[in-house]
């Protein structure tokens, strides 16, 4: 429940350090909890797709530490305390920042706390998003807790678990609506790929925040990753991107020249076995509502002209919109729906807007009766 947002960092790169003249950031914090003395706070910064140590600082008797460094461009800096390594705290640092926060380790959820922040508005909105982890990581220790004693009756065990499934869920929209109010906030690039795993549902969420930041930190590769998910983690509601390519007779064909239909877009290749066992499918469908306003445009991600050509014959696949550049995974077509495995639809409404994605089976059929009726 208590998630650590470390193993996130592998997916960004920060920005090339800019011209201009570095600033001093610094760091005082308390941290209390701790048992003894003679702890250290690791320090490292992410620099280019690496984590590089950066400083060590000693943490006083009364829990007390600081560090400070030049600053040329924001920079997302890493501390781990001596024998909690795995407890990361992220600290987002602008030039010129001055920040301080304390936080008591909680031994019974193994995570630090931050209580209290101050400084910038990064180091805000950092507390606010551990505060929430925290609360719901306790409420999930409680549920755990008794989840596991052996007097625990099976319809008990079922009922925590609705609980832990509905704790998850709030702790989601509670994070969520604490994004939606910090859209301009930097850390929240990184704070948003808490929802990485489930873009296309906050698609909306990706795009304010990368409506908010992407003016004022157009070069920073936090905001670039989101802005590249907000390209490619394409949900329902939203506007289906065009793709134009030649079909097998060279010819050019859009996507959009089927506006006022309902399509599917169906990336497939000849090489690929599930793809050719949901073709019998794709074709009965085909069949079955066409006459009634269905189309299917059909990318390949094929490299040779043959085996495509043998494919679309083979299994019968009768429409005219086949189209391939024959690049493989590196299919223009593929790359603006951010496709990364086949086979991937996208069915898209009369006006152009995204319905669902990855529909196959009974599952295809059924959203098809339900558009068009038996």
Same mark, same amino acid.
């Given at each position: 429940?208590?998630?650590n ?16 003249? %570095?600033q001093?950031v ?23 797709? %690496?984590?590089?140590p ?6 006083? %008797? ?7 460094a030049?600053?040329?461009?924001? =920079? ?10 795995k ?8 030039? !010129?920042?001055k ?19 101050k !400084? ?49 869920l ?41 409506n !908010? ?19 490619t ?8 991107p ?18 006022g239909?309902?399509v ?18 794709v ?20 490299? =040779?002209?043959?085996p ?7 299994d ?21 729906y ?17 319905i ?16 068009? !009726?038996?």
């Open positions: 429940m208590y998630k947002i470390k193993t996130l960092l592998c997916a960004f790169l920060l920005l090339a350090f800019s011209n201009s003249n %570095a001093k610094s760091v005082q914090a308390k941290i209390s909890g701790l048992k003894g003395n003679g702890y250290k706070a690791f320090v490292s910064v992410v620099v280019g797709n %690496a984590v590089q950066f400083d060590t600082a000693v943490i006083d %008797a009364k829990g007390n530490l600081k560090f400070s030049e600053c040329k461009a924001p =920079s997302l800096y890493l501390l781990n305390i001596s024998e909690f390594e407890n990361t705290l992220h600290l987002m640092l602008e030039p !010129g920042d920040v301080n926060f304390e936080a008591v380790y909680d031994d019974t959820l193994s995570a630090f706390h931050i209580v209290s922040a !400084g910038s508005d990064n180091i805000r909105l950092y507390q606010q998003f551990n505060d929430i982890l925290y609360q719901c990581g306790q409420q999930a220790r409680r549920i755990d807790n008794e989840y596991i004693l052996p007097s625990t009756s099976e319809r008990r065990k079922q009922e925590l678990s609705q609980q832990m499934q509905q704790l998850q709030s702790q989601n929209i509670a994070v969520r609506q604490l994004l939606e109010k910090n859209t301009n906030v930097l850390l929240s690039a990184f704070l948003v790929t808490y929802f990485d795993n489930d873009a296309e549902t906050y698609a909306d969420l990706f795009e304010a925040v990368d !908010g930041l992407k003016e004022r930190y157009a070069d920073n590769q936090f905001v670039k990753y989101v802005d590249n998910k907000v390209r983690s394409l949900g329902p509601g939203r506007m289906a065009e793709i134009e390519m030649k079909d097998p007779n060279g010819k050019i064909r859009k996507l959009s020249d089927l506006r239909k309902v599917m877009i169906d990336f497939w290749a000849s090489w690929c076995r599930p793809c050719r066992m949901e073709n019998p499918n074709v009965k469908l085909y069949k079955k509502y066409h006459d009634k306003g269905f189309e299917i445009y059909s990318v390949s991600l094929d490299k =040779s002209r043959d495509w050509l043998l494919a679309i014959e083979q019968g696949l009768e429409w005219p919109n086949h189209v391939s550049d024959l690049n493989g995974w590196t299919s223009s077509g593929g790359a603006t951010g496709i990364t495995s086949v086979p991937s639809t996208v069915l898209i409404d009369r006006q152009g807007r995204i669902a994605r990855n529909l196959r089976g009974e599952q295809l059929a059924n959203k098809l009766k339900e558009i068009f !009726g038996e």
